[in-house]
């Protein structure tokens, strides 16, 4: 089968809101270290890592062998209502590393349903359904984490099963806060929490919901320390706060172990996904005991936190730790972000190159404005692909390049990737 034989199927049989990336969609067949291959045979570096998914790269034994050992068992799963090992030793190593007091961790097999669980916990915790979230989040696909996630395209249900109030987000190119240094940015952001909070709300919400770095919304980042400040609002009151740390967690921003980190902060409760599998399909919820045991009824879930994930789980926790991932991640990043800035930060279309570590994004604006420009950055977007490399793209409009390659990038490619962003950017720039 061709792959446009393929994307004829893909397109009878799956829903038309299914986004496919690129003009001529592309099937990845096999894929090492931080190359990927195609059903055509071409070759690309993986900036994107099947969005920030593929934190340790392809094809990496260590996790082969941890996955391949629990299947020469015979067993995939049973259940999560038995003892399973691997389970219970990589709950112990995330509740170490969580940073969260006295912590129980929940396991899941997506982002969504570990904000689903979060939000279980906190609202069963306050006994209050308000919630607070941040314009232009993503918090995943279900009902009620559409209902926090506030970015109209991808918020398909009017109905909302939370009763949500909006904080101003972090975004330092437009939006209300946008024009204001950091320190007045964190004053001006507290006033507004302090306001919705008054104005909107019976008080006793529930739970504070926040991206360190907003991930789908093109990597926009509050200036450090707002959820610590926000944090010491929430506190008066004994209202929870949430980090998802779906996209900026395990040191994927050089600096920190996890986003909430550079913020002075700890978060009442955590949530994971994404690269903790490097693939394989595991997430979940760290908090402290007090609030995570609270839930009023039994819970569990068949597939969280089943053999077959926590086996290849840990294999990527070792080797993120024993590699030292995070520091390579500062490393590295460095020399893709610095080397952006250098190059393409003043050309007219680039509103703002931004980003910690290897969670890097550039930012398209009409030349001599701030209004985005989504049609220079899908054609960057393309060209980037003629030019063998996969990014991201993100933001409210569509307008936002996103980097997001595995940890284990070297210098070598991260100058690779950079050579094809800067040809890319400087012939649209020019077009
Ligand atoms: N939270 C954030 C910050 C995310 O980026 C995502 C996925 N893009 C999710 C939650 C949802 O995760 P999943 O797709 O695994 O359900």
Redesign the pocket.
């Known amino acids: 089968m061709t792959t446009d034989d393929l994307l004829a199927r893909h397109r009878a049989v799956l829903p038309a809101w299914m986004p496919l990336y690129y003009q001529e969609p592309i099937e990845i067949v096999s894929g090492a270290g931080c190359r990927v291959t195609d059903a055509r045979g071409r070759t690309y570096l993986d900036f994107f890592g099947g969005?920030l998914t593929t934190m340790i790269g392809y094809d990496i034994p260590e996790i082969r062998e941890a996955v391949e050992r629990q299947l020469r068992t015979g067993v995939v799963h049973t259940s999560t209502l038995y003892l399973i090992r691997q389970q219970v030793e990589l709950a112990e190593k995330i509740a170490r590393l969580s940073g969260i007091p006295d912590p129980r961790v929940f396991f899941t097999n997506?982002?969504?349903?570990a904000?689903e669980a979060a939000l279980l916990v906190a609202t069963n915790h306050r006994r209050s359904h308000q919630i607070l979230a941040v314009r232009n989040s993503?918090?995943?696909?279900s009902y009620a984490?559409m209902g926090i996630t506030g970015h109209r395209s991808w918020s398909a249900s009017a109905l909302n099963p939370l009763q949500v109030s909006w904080l101003h987000s972090g975004d330092r190119l437009r939006g209300l806060l946008s024009r204001l240094d950091p320190e007045q940015h964190v004053e001006a952001a507290v006033d507004d929490l302090r306001e919705v909070l008054a104005t909107q709300t019976s008080g006793d919400v529930a739970a504070l919901i926040a991206?360190p770095i907003q991930?789908?919304g093109g990597f926009v980042h509050a200036p450090d320390g707002l959820l610590g400040a926000w944090k010491k609002v929430l506190d008066e009151t004994g209202i929870l706060l949430i980090s998802?740390e779906?996209?900026t967690g395990w040191g994927r921003t050089g600096e920190h172990f996890w986003g909430y980190q550079a913020h002075d902060v700890v978060p009442d409760l955590l949530?994971f996904?994404?690269g903790i599998g490097n693939g394989f399909a595991l997430?979940g919820v760290v908090g402290r005991a007090e609030v995570l045991n609270e839930v009023h009824a039994t819970s569990f879930s068949t597939y969280g936190g089943n053999p077959v994930s926590t086996a290849a789980g840990n294999a990527v926790i070792d080797y993120l730790l024993d590699h030292d991932l995070q520091a390579n991640a500062a490393r590295v990043g460095a020399i893709l972000g610095d080397g952006l800035r250098t190059a393409v930060a003043d050309r007219g279309i680039v509103g703002e190159v931004r980003g910690k570590g290897l969670m890097l994004a550039v930012e398209f604006v009409q030349p001599g404005s701030r209004e985005p420009n989504t049609a220079a950055t899908v054609a960057v977007f393309e060209e980037c692909r003629r030019g063998g490399l996969l990014v991201g793209k993100g933001g409210l409009y569509g307008n936002v390049l996103r980097m997001g390659p595995p940890l284990t990038l070297t210098e070598d490619e991260a100058r690779e990737g950079l050579a094809v962003l800067v040809d890319a950017i400087t012939k649209v720039d020019g077009a």
Do not use: C, I
């Open positions: 969005v997506s982002g969504t349903e904000n993503y918090h995943g696909r984490a991206e991930g789908v998802d779906v996209q949530t996904a994404k997430a």
